[in-house]
């Protein structure tokens, strides 16, 4: 299947070896970051030189303290032009019309910076296509007009670079799922968020379980819970394979989330594709009650109203934390959420969350799970996934296909077309129309699975509110479309 990988998918193919190697751990990069260093300094058998690759991010991607300071030193004082990797954001200044640039990795603020009129108009294409961008930035120094006090000294915008060297070809994408079986498939998946299928033995309930995981990736405002043991690999998925994803940890304020009044700033959901709550047991509010119910609204329709700012954002919400042993039910028929904090325990709140994924049956990481091998490059696969999310032919196909049952709760119907309609997406891309699904393996590896996840959130309600008790979820079928 390797020399089929490799000559379907081309220059998208990277040899990972984490087991061999602590060369990128060592250096704090992200997955996506990590692989498009491979696709840059790797040859076509996967070696590169270590020296070269460590001297590129040495200069290229500073340390966030020192070496920031002396990028800052070089910039200000001897008056260079440097080149580095990071994320960057934009802000136009409606009443001056200035186009100004933070870097939130080094705490560079807007205030600081400016983009002159001719560098923004052979740049502004890249860098207002979402809220933050990552690429290759050129930064130089205008210093201080002495004859004016009010014109401090700023860092400039050069050139940007997009950190994305390549066309995402969907179509071909899509067409390339067709030359692998669903099980070849699974494992390809696997291999591009760094692990190794083979690690798994055998066993596809653990490989589709950790699938489940990078649903949100691939679908819009789809919300989920996972409860799993700890060292089952959450935080790692979840923060360094996309870089349009965010782990959220510690104290969580509306602002941050959704809305800076006093800043006039869209929050993180705006602008990114999932948003993480991690390690939630730990997780502390600036006010519960705001957070809860901007998040039920949010939620519910994707808006959110903030002051007399009203919003409307895409991302997914996770909430991920760690269940004891004790509290784990194969059938999820134990009242879990009892690990989670009592900000969450509102049945109207938890109604909104689509799924549940039952992370115990994901095995602990060891290094019999961690890649080796040839595998998809995973900044392009989670370039790939953004895309698809704006493809809504996937969801039409689902609303054809599946018999909706006579009462059924709208936020039960709505959770499980979402979720079969991110595993359609994630499993069977190449499908046009209702007349490609293949019934037995649409139900098997979409429906039957969709309907499990929010079977459980069902259940838990149940626990949590009288209401709910007694009300499990209808049984969906599938239509004959032939």
């Known amino acids: 299947?390797?020399?089929?990988?490799?000559?379907?998918?081309?220059?998208?193919?990277?040899?990972?070896?984490?087991?061999?190697?602590?060369?990128?751990?060592?250096?704090?990069?992200?997955?996506?970051?990590?692989?498009?260093?491979?696709?840059?300094?790797?040859?076509?058998?996967?070696?590169?030189?270590?020296?070269?690759?460590?001297?590129?991010?040495?200069?290229?991607?500073?340390?966030?303290?020192?070496?920031?300071?002396?990028?800052?030193?070089?910039?200000?004082?001897?008056?260079?032009?440097?080149?580095?990797?990071?994320?960057?954001?934009?802000?136009?200044?409606?009443?001056?019309?200035?186009?100004?640039?933070?870097?939130?990795?080094?705490?560079?603020?807007?205030?600081?910076?400016?983009?002159?009129?001719?560098?923004?108009?052979?740049?502004?294409?890249?860098?207002?296509?979402?809220?933050?961008?990552?690429?290759?930035?050129?930064?130089?120094?205008?210093?201080?007009?002495?004859?004016?006090?009010?014109?401090?000294?700023?860092?400039?915008?050069?050139?940007?670079?997009?950190?994305?060297?390549?066309?995402?070809?969907?179509?071909?994408?899509?067409?390339?799922?067709?030359?692998?079986?669903?099980?070849?498939?699974?494992?390809?998946?696997?291999?591009?968020?760094?692990?190794?299928?083979?690690?798994?033995?055998?066993?596809?309930?653990?490989?589709?379980?950790?699938?489940?995981?990078?649903?949100?990736?691939?679908?819009?405002?789809?919300?989920?819970?996972?409860?799993?043991?700890?060292?089952?690999?959450?935080?790692?998925?979840?923060?360094?394979?996309?870089?349009?994803?965010?782990?959220?940890?510690?104290?969580?304020?509306?602002?941050?989330?959704?809305?800076?009044?006093?800043?006039?700033?869209?929050?993180?959901?705006?602008g990114k594709d999932f948003v993480v709550f991690d390690e939630v047991q730990d997780l502390t509010f600036t006010d519960i009650d705001e957070m809860r119910n901007t998040l039920k609204e949010y939620m519910q329709n994707g808006t959110f109203k903030v002051g007399t700012y009203s919003g409307v954002a895409y991302s997914g919400i996770i909430l991920s934390g760690n269940i004891d042993i004790d509290t784990m039910d194969q059938d999820g028929f134990s009242n879990m959420f009892t690990q989670l904090q009592s900000v969450f325990h509102q049945s109207a709140l938890i109604d909104r969350f689509h799924g549940f994924i039952k992370g115990w049956n994901i095995p602990k990481m060891n290094e019999d799970l961690k890649v080796a091998g040839w595998a998809l490059n995973s900044e392009y696969f989670s370039s790939i996934l953004h895309e698809l999310r704006d493809d809504f032919s996937y969801r039409a196909i689902v609303d054809e296909l599946i018999i909706v049952p006579e009462a059924a709760a709208t936020r039960d119907t709505e959770a499980i077309k979402r979720i079969t309609t991110a595993y359609l997406k994630l499993f069977f891309p190449h499908v046009k129309s209702a007349a490609d699904v293949d019934i037995v393996s649409f139900k098997r590896y979409c429906l039957d699975r969709a309907s499990k996840m929010r079977d459980i959130i069902r259940y838990q309600l149940g626990l949590l509110d009288r209401e709910y008790r007694g009300k499990d979820i209808p049984k969906f079928t599938i239509k004959d479309v032939f």
């Open 1 to 270: 299947m390797i020399e089929k990988l490799r000559n379907t998918f081309d220059e998208m193919v990277v040899y990972k070896d984490l087991k061999k190697t602590n060369l990128f751990k060592d250096l704090s990069l992200p997955s996506f970051m990590r692989d498009w260093l491979l696709k840059r300094f790797a040859d076509d058998f996967g070696n590169y030189d270590t020296d070269e690759l460590t001297n590129f991010v040495k200069n290229h991607l500073p340390d966030k303290e020192e070496g920031w300071n002396a990028l800052t030193d070089r910039l200000v004082k001897e008056f260079e032009r440097v080149r580095i990797l990071a994320k960057i954001s934009v802000d136009i200044n409606i009443r001056t019309g200035d186009v100004t640039f933070s870097l939130p990795d080094y705490g560079l603020a807007y205030k600081d910076t400016i983009i002159e009129d001719h560098i923004w108009a052979s740049c502004k294409e890249d860098l207002l296509a979402s809220q933050e961008q990552w690429g290759m930035l050129e930064l130089g120094y205008r210093p201080a007009e002495e004859s004016d006090k009010s014109s401090p000294g700023k860092i400039k915008l050069l050139s940007f670079k997009t950190f994305c060297p390549y066309s995402i070809d969907i179509e071909y994408y899509k067409q390339a799922r067709k030359e692998f079986t669903i099980e070849e498939w699974i494992d390809i998946l696997l291999g591009a968020v760094d692990y190794n299928a083979a690690g798994y033995k055998g066993d596809e309930e653990k490989k589709l379980m950790m699938l489940t995981r990078i649903l949100p990736f691939i679908e819009k405002r789809l919300n989920l819970i996972e409860l799993a043991p700890k060292e089952t690999g959450k935080s790692y998925l979840y923060g360094n394979v996309s870089r349009h994803g965010w782990l959220a940890s510690g104290k969580i304020s509306r602002a941050s989330m959704f809305y800076h009044i006093g800043n006039k700033q869209p929050g993180i959901v705006c």
